[in-house]
C-alpha cells in the first residue's frame, strides 16, 4: 500500500507517531459515533472511504468534517490527526485501458445492483497517474491525503506504481 499526501512527498503511513512510538490508526467510518470520538482522542491517523453509508464524496467529505470537529471538541490540533482517504486502484497500461476498464467495472456494478456506485469512486489509471489521482479524489473529500489500495489485476504494474512515484 502507498500513501499519497497533499502537503507532503508520498510515503506510506508512518511507521513511526512524532514521538517514537507506533502510530495509532483507526478507521474513521464504521458508522459509529463511539469510534469516532475514540479516533479524534487518540489516533494519529484516521482512515475514510468510500462505502454502502458514505457512498459519494459528500458523503465522504461529510465524515472528514466529523472527524475534524470530534478533534476539536477533544481539544486536539487539527495537525495532530491525519485523515486519510482509502483509495482503491486499478492499474493499467494506458488511458485506453484505463476507459475501457472504467466502463466494464461501470456494467459490473450495474448489473451486480451494488448499494453505491464503487466504480465512481475508484480510480482506473495508469502507473504513472496514481499518485496524482489519488491526491487529487483525496483533496476533494478534504483528507490530507491518500492510501492506495490495489485492486486485482494491478499486481503486474504495481512496480512501475512505486517507480513512477
Known amino acids: 500500500m502507498t500513501t499519497a499526501t ?10 513511526m ?14 458508522g459509529s459515533d463511539a469510534v469516532t470520538l475514540l479516533a479524534a482522542a487518540r489516533a494519529d491517523v484516521v482512515r475514510v472511504g468510500f462505502s454502502a453509508d458514505a457512498p459519494d464524496r459528500a458523503a465522504v467529505a461529510a465524515l472528514v468534517a466529523e472527524v475534524e470537529d470530534e478533534v476539536a471538541a477533544v481539544g486536539r490540533s487539527r495537525g495532530d490527526v491525519a485523515v486519510l ?14 476507459r475501457a476498464k472504467s466502463a466494464q467495472l461501470a456494467c459490473l456494478d450495474a448489473m451486480a445492483g451494488v448499494v453505491w456506485p464503487a466504480a465512481a469512486t475508484r480510480v482506473v489509471t495508469t ?30 504494474l504495481l512496480a512501475a506504481v512505486s517507480r513512477a512515484g
Request: charged share 20%; net charge negative; glycine share 8%.
Open 85 to 98: 482517504l482509502d483509495v482503491e486502484v486499478v492499474v493499467v497500461a494506458d488511458d485506453a485501458a484505463a
Open 127 to 156: 502507473a504513472d497517474q496514481v499518485h496524482a489521482a489519488a491526491a487529487r479524489l483525496a483533496q476533494e473529500v478534504g483528507a490530507d491525503g491518500a492510501y492506495v489500495i490495489p485492486l486485482a489485476g494491478s499486481a503486474g
Open 6 to 15: 497533499l502537503a507532503r512527498p508520498l510515503h506510506a503511513t508512518p511507521a
Open 17 to 30: 507517531a512524532p514521538d517514537g512510538r507506533a502510530p495509532v490508526v483507526f478507521r474513521g467510518d464504521t
